[in-house]
């Protein structure tokens, strides 16, 4: 997710699965033609795109529970079995009995202490930005007409420039790729003549990443000049505005305009979550929350 829309340009994940399905439907004469419908909304049945994507879709309710488990952050957990028995259909739409209410307000306050905890921490959300960064400094590079080391399908992406219609070898080599190919690079790559792109993958490799600051309020940019001088004169360099930079993540734990949940009392009446009389959470976790971190080598 952190690299595809660098690799090709914009096209996300989910556009990519539609191509793979699409070029498996044909291997496979029209059978998966039904669960094309359903993934793209298109099927006569609306509630089973909200199965597959949706604020309490199956996918969220896998990642969860598996990403608690392996990180050990138990205030992930959440009862999969308990939200899937409570699960209903009310006029085609996807609804929850209205008994599994607090069901439903664990798992959307353990999604949001998964993302600030995990997913969200500044650490590996500077991880992940690195990743990012070193990619599109070598593509940068590549583009002005520099020799960057790359082999096999990670090259190919990386030479490549256009990418307004994916080609049948542009999927056959995106789904090749992986972790190994990277890395792989990114070791290769601390050596690189370029100081930022070098520095980027030592820190990765090495695991010394930048110094981070955490923040609920932007960061004022005479700091973050500040920053950028002390790092010019430290390696004289004169782009050290690459090395001191300030992202923000954003979290809204629950999105009532976008996809409400409803629940459906004994009566068949639906309600949305958030006006249920029995919700303690729900009316109260529906605004965004962002976090800023900036970040600046640590030799500074």
Known sequence: HALESLLMEDWHHEKLSILLMNKINEEFDGELSMALEMFQGKYHRRFFNQLISSQLDVDRLDYLKRDSFFTGVSEGSVNTQRIISMMNVCDDELVIDEKGVYSIENFLTARMFMYWQVYYHKTSALAEHLLVKILSRAKQLISEGKHI????????????????????????????????????????????????????????????????????????????????????????????????????????????????????????????????????????????????????????
Do not use: M
């Open 149 to 300: 080391e790359a082999y096999g399908n990670l090259k190919y992406f990386l030479y490549k420039t256009d990418f307004e219609k994916a080609t049948e070898e542009d999927i056959n080599r995106f789904t090749q790729l992986d972790d190994t190919d990277v890395l792989s690079a990114i070791k290769t790559w601390q050596n690189a003549d370029d100081f930022v792109l070098s520095y980027f993958c030592r820190a990765v490799v090495q695991r010394k990443f930048p110094k981070t600051v955490f923040s609920s309020h932007p960061f004022d940019q005479q700091i973050i000049e500040e920053k950028t001088t002390k790092a010019n004169d430290f390696f004289g360099i004169n782009n050290g505005e690459l090395l001191v930079e300030q992202i923000s993540r954003t979290l809204l734990p629950y999105d009532t305009e976008k996809q409400t949940i409803y629940l459906l009392k004994k009566n068949g009446e639906k309600i949305k979550l958030e006006d249920a009389e029995t919700q303690i959470l729900s009316a109260h976790i529906n605004q965004p929350t962002t976090k800023n971190i900036l970040y600046f080598p640590r030799e500074l």
